[in-house]
């Protein structure tokens, strides 16, 4: 991104600079189409997984509501699908979301039976972004195909998964830079060709005309590399969090009276999510802060909430676990010396705390 800083031209531009900053752009569309299987024409830059997920989601609806006005997502989905589904019901749509098992998986038969006539988009997260849990999207995928419906995935967590559309059977996938590493401010929509959606942001014809204003350039050339590195190594590098990812889990589930969230193996290799009984999230981070250990109880998103997670309620966590829910997310960073030093603060903050909370109880 430095080596383009006094590239501050408009991509849209006649002259020969505008061209220059084209250029570039289109090069970066193309190298992140390559890493998705996809055609540089299939590629929308926005600017981040939250608007990609809405241009998906309102996208589909406004342009294919003469065919249907029904869409089926899951209860543990990202707010910005959840939300953009109760906006559209307000505005005629109607929406199933779909239960979730206590490791997070949706039941197949169910979304079979969920599916009417009036079917127009399944949307499922590919991995949740809380607790970790990777659904089969390409069994989904065939699924909506066999049906003639429009499948959209939120893969914004999913980039060391596989990405290849086409064996994820996918209509639409959205993308967030941040997640790899990237600078924030850009993220993108793959919109398979052919699929009929609407704009959400009206103005010139940038994008496709399906997403106008001057694209965010210097974002998008770091958004471009960090997917690159991202796939670099990646076998190794899901071999290594791996095995930090499940020395956490088994150092932390020897602290009394834990309950790990989302499945054992079909999660993410850099996502532990725990509820410990009798405590409560706010606390633990903040003591853990003070030891230098920076984790969320759920969605970063929406952090600054008080309260119980929607993803943690639909696993039907007991609420005496769910109040003492903490989500560690590791990075090719990370240490086995830094595992050790969370695993032991967290100890020593949970056995000075809980007979604190005994006290208060009586």
Same mark, same amino acid.
């Given at each position: ?9 408009? *991509? ?6 505008? #061209? ?14 390559? %890493? ?9 830059? /926005?600017?981040?997984?939250?608007? #990609? ?48 098992? $206590? ?16 079917? &127009? ?21 065939? &699924? ?21 559309? $086409? ?6 996938? /959205? %993308? ?6 990237? @600078? ?12 009929? &959606?609407? *704009? ?68 993410? *290799? ?10 409560? #999230? ?26 119980? #997670?929607?993803?943690? $309620?639909?696993?039907?966590? @007991? ?35 809980? @007979? ?7």
């Amino acid at each position: 991104m430095q080596q383009y800083e006094d590239l501050f031209y408009n *991509p849209s531009s006649f002259h020969d600079l505008g #061209s220059e900053a084209k250029k570039i752009l289109e090069n970066c569309r193309s190298r992140i189409a390559n %890493l998705l299987n996809a055609s540089s024409q299939e590629i929308v830059f /926005t600017s981040g997984g939250t608007e #990609s997920n809405n241009l998906a989601v309102k996208g589909i609806a406004f342009a294919n509501k003469s065919k249907g006005n029904h869409i089926i997502t899951t209860k543990i989905d990202h707010d910005s699908i959840l939300n953009t589904c109760k906006y559209l019901e307000k505005n005629g749509f109607k929406v199933t979301y779909l239960d979730v098992d $206590k490791e997070g998986l949706i039941d197949i038969e169910k979304l079979k039976s969920a599916i009417t006539k009036d079917t &127009i988009l399944i949307s499922v997260i590919y991995a949740n972004n809380e607790i970790g849990t990777i659904q089969n999207i390409a069994e989904i995928g065939k &699924i909506a195909q066999e049906n003639n419906i429009i499948f959209h995935t939120d893969a914004c967590q999913a980039y060391s998964l596989d990405l290849d559309v $086409k064996k994820l059977n996918v209509s639409l996938l /959205t %993308l967030n830079s941040s997640k790899m590493h990237g @600078p924030k401010g850009a993220g993108l929509l793959y919109i398979k060709k052919g699929t009929k &959606i609407e *704009p959400l942001i009206h103005g010139g014809e940038q994008e496709f005309n399906l997403r106008s204003g001057t694209e965010n350039l210097q974002a998008i050339i770091g958004f471009a590399k960090a997917f690159e590195l991202s796939q670099e190594n990646k076998e190794q590098t899901i071999k290594n969090l791996t095995n930090l990812r499940d020395k956490l889990i088994k150092n932390i589930l020897q602290i009394l009276d834990v309950k790990l969230n989302g499945h054992q193996t079909l999660r993410l *290799p850099n996502n532990v999510n725990v509820s410990i009984k009798g405590t409560e #999230s706010e606390t633990l981070i903040l003591h853990l802060n003070d030891f230098g250990i920076y984790v969320s109880s759920g969605s970063a998103c929406s952090s600054n909430k008080i309260g119980i #997670s929607h993803v943690i $309620k639909a696993l039907k966590v @007991p609420e005496e676990y769910a109040r003492g829910t903490l989500r560690f997310t590791l990075s090719k960073y990370n240490t086995e010396e830094e595992i050790d030093h969370v695993s032991k603060m967290l100890n020593k903050i949970v056995n000075n705390l809980k @007979p604190k909370l005994i006290e208060v109880q009586k």
